[in-house]
């Protein structure tokens, strides 16, 4: 069994900043790549970044230049560095890990279960 946690969401100001984390536990063998979604209240579900095992980052174009996206192989966490937040940036966060839970099997998606992140004055 795999478990995500993520933590950091809250209430910010427009311009202001979080730090979203997310925690793999559980029976891991390795993980292929994490990434942190999004939904706002009406939307579909949508991708923020990407980090693989590798080092190799991606994100959508609406937070290129605000968001970091970093991690800790070793401790099977992922960060969000979120800056200058803006109202539409508001939405329940969600980490996604695509773990291979033993030698030689297959990478399955597992995901968190959300933190809300709210900017607004």
């Known amino acids: 069994q795999v478990q995500l946690v993520e933590s950091g969401g809250g209430l910010v100001q427009p311009g202001g900043t979080l730090r979203l984390s997310c925690v793999a536990s559980g029976i891991i063998f390795s993980i292929k790549s994490m990434a942190w979604y999004r939904q706002a209240p009406g939307k579909e579900r949508e991708l923020v970044a990407t980090?693989?095992?590798?080092?190799?980052?991606n994100y959508a174009d609406s937070v290129k230049g605000r968001f970091t996206i970093s991690g800790d192989n070793a401790k099977h966490t992922v960060y969000l560095q979120m800056n200058s937040l803006k109202p539409e940036d508001t939405a329940v966060y969600y980490c996604k890990g695509q773990v291979n839970v033993r030698s030689g099997g297959a990478y399955y998606d597992y995901w968190g279960q959300g933190t809300q992140v709210t900017v607004s004055s």
């Open positions: 980090l693989t095992s590798s080092g190799r980052t």
